[in-house]
């Protein structure tokens, strides 16, 4: 199985500023890498899909970049309603496997 | 509205069965893989396995194989997510999600686009 380990585990930040987490894959994946929005108890929401894509409605201060191992989601001028668990996902081969996940707070 | 909508919260004994559901409305059901997500309480999101309503081709987490059995009715859009014997240790959330694709190169890119609301599963003697 593919791991993905996430960093930091959590972090603090303020509203209107600028978080990075990270997302390392234990093989190469390419692009094959999701990012997820999950908040109190409800259901994820994908953010960033083939490691840079947004889907439609996903806000544009939400960004990804990488390739291979090494994975970042960047989010710009923090809203109050970003304040949530972020999860990284690889989708290269089965199973897919997420990372343990970013909590991030104001 | 594109959605997967699943059924309720349950409360079992260990060694009773259980199936739950997942309805998808607004789009073709049949041509789109449906996955299966756990959530343990507190913890991280695991992939348990997927499906294919339109000819039942399934794919499982080897975690998970033997443990629980995807199935789907694509007459009545609905996945199903079951098991046979459960435990405690089964206690958790559990999602379905459709696994959209994106064209891409050298090959297509895949993520889980909708997701159902989640079912609580509690097992407790």
């Known amino acids: 199985d593919i791991q993905m380990t996430q960093a930091p585990s959590s972090l603090s930040a303020s509203v209107g500023g600028r978080v990075s987490i990270t997302c390392r894959a234990s093989q190469n994946i390419g692009k094959f890498l999701n990012w997820y929005q999950q908040k109190g108890g409800k259901a994820p929401k994908l953010l960033i899909y083939a490691a840079t894509s947004l889907p439609s409605g996903v806000p544009s201060r939400f960004s990804g970049s990488g390739s291979g191992t090494d994975f970042t989601l960047t989010i710009s001028r923090l809203q109050r309603e970003d304040f949530a668990t972020y999860y990284c996902?690889?989708?290269?081969?089965?199973?897919?496997?997420f990372g343990q996940g970013t909590r991030l707070e104001i | 509205e594109v959605q997967l909508v699943q059924s309720g919260a349950e409360v079992k004994k260990p060694g009773e069965s259980l199936k739950i559901s997942c309805q998808g409305s607004?789009?073709?059901?049949?041509?789109?893989?449906i996955g299966w997500v756990r959530q343990l309480p507190g913890k991280g999101l695991e992939w348990m396995g997927i499906i294919f309503p339109d000819d039942s081709n399934t794919t499982y987490n080897p975690s998970f194989e033997g443990q629980v059995t995807i199935s789907a009715d694509k007459s009545s859009a609905t996945a199903y997510l079951q098991w046979s014997s459960l435990k405690a240790s089964d206690t958790a959330l559990y999602y379905c999600a459709r696994r959209m694709i994106w064209a891409g190169e050298p090959s297509d890119y895949y993520a889980m686009d909708v997701w159902g609301q989640g079912t609580t599963v509690t097992v407790s003697s």
């Open positions: 996902q690889q989708s290269k081969s089965n199973p897919l496997t």
């Open positions: 607004g789009y073709r059901f049949s041509t789109y893989w």
